[in-house]
């Protein structure tokens, strides 16, 4: 299983742009990279997933470079909403998608 | 419509109860799951059924038993409740691509507290 590796905490101010990297050394190669954004009190939130090079949809883009060992997640123009705790996680194609989740990155916008 | 929805929102019990938490999913998914959330917010997953067969069993207590009477639903029923069991528990829901799943959709999680 692939062990990835965030920031634990990140600040940033209302209308910047954010990235948040992961690493993911040992990252298989069936592996897919997903991205995830929860708030107090929810469940996570898929917010974006990706294999290789680039992938953009309307709330965020994903980098992945061609040796794929890490990632970042770009959110554009963030907002006070935004403020939330954004989780990597790296799996394949096992039955069950056999995926750990790590630490997240804690994410805190300020106006 | 939810697409995964999970009950109750809220549970407090004593010690060594036996209680369940309901998870139904409307997406049409292949695969569903449990995941528990302690108080450090480590995500950590504890059951994965596909169309209905156990294929995860991460370490969990055998007090802990996933139910699923079919592919829409996955039902967790914990025996003998201990404080060590108080955390949110997530059901969630995820689909098979041609390599791999695509990502999971999430409960918005039972909280769980034993006293």
């Known amino acids: 299983l692939a062990k990835t590796t965030q920031p634990i905490s990140m600040d940033s101010y209302e209308g910047q742009e954010v990235n948040i990297t992961c690493s993911h050394n040992?990252?298989?190669?069936?592996?897919?990279i997903t991205w995830y954004q929860q708030f107090p009190s929810q469940g996570p939130r898929f917010i974006i997933q990706?294999?290789?090079t680039k992938v953009t949809n309307e709330v965020a883009s994903l980098f992945i470079p061609a040796d794929r060992k890490s990632s970042t997640l770009s959110l554009p123009r963030v907002s006070l909403s935004d403020t939330a705790v954004y989780y990597c996680?790296?799996?394949?194609?096992?039955?069950?998608?056999?995926?750990?989740f790590g630490a997240g990155t804690r994410l805190f916008v300020k106006a | 419509d939810t697409a995964v929805s999970q009950t109750p929102k809220y549970l407090v019990t004593q010690m060594g109860n036996d209680k369940s938490i309901k998870c139904e999913q409307n997406?049409?998914?292949?695969?569903m799951y449990w995941y528990k959330q302690d108080s450090k917010k480590f995500l950590k997953i504890m059951f994965s059924?596909?169309?209905?067969?156990?294929?995860i069993n991460e370490t969990v207590p055998n007090r802990f038993s996933p139910k699923s009477p079919d592919k829409a639903h996955l039902n967790l029923h914990i025996n003998s409740l201990e404080l060590g069991d108080s955390a949110v528990y997530f059901c969630?829901?995820?689909?098979?691509?041609?390599?791999?799943?695509?990502?999971?959709?999430f409960g918005s999680g039972t909280r769980l507290t034993v006293v």
């Open positions: 969630a829901s995820s689909q098979k691509r041609t390599v791999g799943y695509y990502g999971y959709t």
């Open positions: 997406l049409g998914h292949d695969t």
């Open positions: 059924y596909n169309n209905k067969e156990l294929i």
């Open positions: 990706g294999y290789k």
């Open positions: 040992n990252i298989a190669t069936n592996d897919y």
């Open positions: 996680l790296v799996g394949g194609n096992t039955g069950g998608f056999k995926t750990i």
